[in-house]
């Protein structure tokens, strides 16, 4: 049986201080929580309404109720597994030949998919303005499928490090190249901007290359894309060459 005061520590790491605090954050089911042990991750306890079928017994394990379940679980409908781990020390990090940067990305569900996608691609590593949203956000977590234990996140002083970077600095603009034109260099950042604002000036003033999503509808009245979705179709078309 759960205590009242692991309950109230386990609901608090929806919070970033809190997060921070307790160096913990929350993965939920059990098909994520499977991928973790071939991850940097470390599992510090299992909550689960299931037998302890995993894969390591030497990881602590409780089992609960599904009414305990609920009470520490951030989803609506709460899947069988709850695992508490250990955020991950701030990594020293190198450029990678491809790379996505994220300028003020708020919205955990758009972060979630990005981290997907670069997982997909086989993007390596982000990095990230320190006013994007806190990846070990469990909106964030959730929305990445598991493909957060194979990305590295970095948090950094984008302005510092764009200035920086041998990375060729490639950004979205609506009047930017065709995407669909356009040569990939083989060093790359590409950089993708808050959902309401874009970019802020002081990264557009460093980017090296613009780019842009054609738009082919008749009407012509959509104004711009989803962060996320946008990231997909630049994706799709800077691999296909």
Request: net charge negative.
């Amino acid at each position: 049986m759960l205590t009242a005061h692991t309950i109230k520590i386990l609901q608090s790491l929806d919070k970033k201080k809190f997060r921070q605090k307790y160096n913990l954050f929350l993965v939920e089911g059990n098909k994520t929580i499977l991928e973790l042990p071939n991850s940097n991750f470390k599992i510090k306890e299992i909550f689960s309404t299931e037998p302890n079928n995993f894969l390591s017994k030497d990881v602590q394990f409780t089992h609960i109720s599904e009414n305990e379940l609920k009470k520490i679980s951030f989803l609506r409908n709460p899947k069988d597994s709850v695992a508490v781990c250990e955020l991950l020390e701030e990594p020293d990090f190198e450029d990678k030949d491809f790379q996505l940067v994220l300028d003020g990305i708020q919205d955990p569900g758009n972060l979630g998919t990005i981290i997907r996608l670069a997982d997909w691609f086989g993007i390596e590593q982000i990095i990230c303005s320190e006013d994007t949203v806190d990846f070990y956000n469990p909106k964030v977590i959730q929305a990445t499928m598991g493909s957060f234990t194979r990305v590295n996140m970095v948090y950094c002083n984008l302005v510092e490090y764009l200035s920086k970077t041998e990375n060729i600095n490639v950004g979205t603009d609506m009047e930017g190249e065709n995407i669909y034109h356009f040569k990939k260099p083989n060093k790359i950042n590409l950089i993708l901007g808050n959902e309401g604002n874009g970019m802020r000036d002081e990264t557009e003033k460093l980017l090296q290359k613009k780019i842009s999503i054609p738009r082919f509808g008749k009407s012509q009245s959509t104004e711009s894309l989803n962060v996320s979705m946008a990231a997909g179709i630049i994706l799709g078309q800077l691999f296909n060459v």
